[in-house]
């Protein structure tokens, strides 16, 4: 067209000084321009995505399993229906393993926690506390009072967990279905209080045992059984029972807040993501549980901690016929206000991973066998209508 210039007008005018259709060499071909890539890293992004694809099928391959697992023991048990013997059963059992093997795994705090609260200036720091038990006393001194945390955390849990879906079902029928939804948590904090109550009484004999021989250097007793035929041979049966009374003071206000604010903040979590609960995966809901679990127990730990110290001191210190009232007097003129809150950094965290975990395992469990995950009951028909 006349009315536009030719190619070779415009090259000549801009200067290209590559010709028209050939292949144009690079420039500065000896050698990567800074926005080249680097060649040498390829193989890197090739093992991360190898280590991706392998993280994929392991997870699948456990997710198969898991799923046969399931099905082999619903197939054993039978359909387990809601709120009936077989589900208080199962809850029971939840329990247990949650508590259970959860408090024996953190031992190794729960140690150097008893030992700060009942002398201060034993240790600097947890880890010079660590270092200084592992020399003297070996890996078995860190461990010191696993076996009746084992046993007794175990019973605690088979009883909370147990009790409280009972004790749920039991108030919500009593209330009814609106007044259950309208004062939830009113509900969650009465069925968790009987709950511990009935927990603290198969607990306490096995925490007197595990707070003696962790407060004591060295261990004042070689194991469980022969912690409880040592106490009651002393100081009789009652020995055993002797720290109940601040133990329901510092359990049944953690269960009650571990309870409830976990069902709470559980049921802010679902409403504030998109979808329902059941559109999620099982993983995804146990993620739930596990999150909701240790934010509630950094709650608990705040709570329950001042009461915690005095069953340390209590259980280390309380003298032959001594009365709780004046026990408790005595500890509290020894340390004071402030004394009361030693070892909370190392409980905030012990406690905090402990709940999560709690509740991770125990709703893994329900999983396991068929059943729903903890969480908040759903409202009422009339007030979906509404």
Known sequence: MPLYPSYETLQHTFGSPYPRRQPQSKPN?????PYQARLE????????????????KLSAEAAKEFEAASQKAQKKTGHIELFSGKYYAACTFGGMLACGLTHAAVTPLDLVKVRRQVDSKLYKSNFQAWGHIFRT??????????????????????????WYEYFKKTYSDLAGPEAAYKYKTALYLSASASAEFL??????PFEAVKVRMQASIPAQYK?????????????GVSGLYKGLYPLWGRQIPYTMMKFASFETIVEMIYDRLPGKKQDYSKAAQTGVSFAGGYLAG??????????????????????????????????????GFMG???GLAVRIVMIGTL????????????????????GGPPPPEQVKKE
Not at 199 to 204: E, F, G, M, R, T
Not at 360 to 374: A, E, S
Request: hydrophobic letters at 45%; charged letters at 15%; aromatic letters at 14%.
């Open 137 to 162: 006393e070996g890996v078995r001194g860190i461990f010191t009072g696993w076996g009746p945390t084992l046993l007794g955390y175990s019973a605690q849990g088979a009883f909370k967990y147990g």
């Open 340 to 342: 009361l809150w030693n």
């Open 298 to 335: 950094i709650l608990c730990a705040i709570v329950s901690h001042p009461a915690d110290v005095m069953v340390s001191k209590l259980n280390a210190y309380r003298k032959a016929g001594e009365g709780f009232g004046a026990v408790t007097g005595r500890i509290y003129k020894d340390i």
């Open 223 to 235: 194991g469980t059984l022969d912690g409880f035929s040592k106490i009651a041979a002393a100081e």
């Open 199 to 204: 927990a603290d009484i198969a607990l306490c």
């Open 355 to 374: 709940t999560g975990l709690q509740w991770m395992i125990y709703d893994y469990f329900k999983i396991f066998m068929g059943l729903p995950t903890t």
């Open 29 to 33: 071909a000896s050698g990567p321009t």
């Open 41 to 56: 890293l390829y193989p890197a992004y090739s093992i991360v995505d190898d280590a991706k694809n392998k993280a994929h």
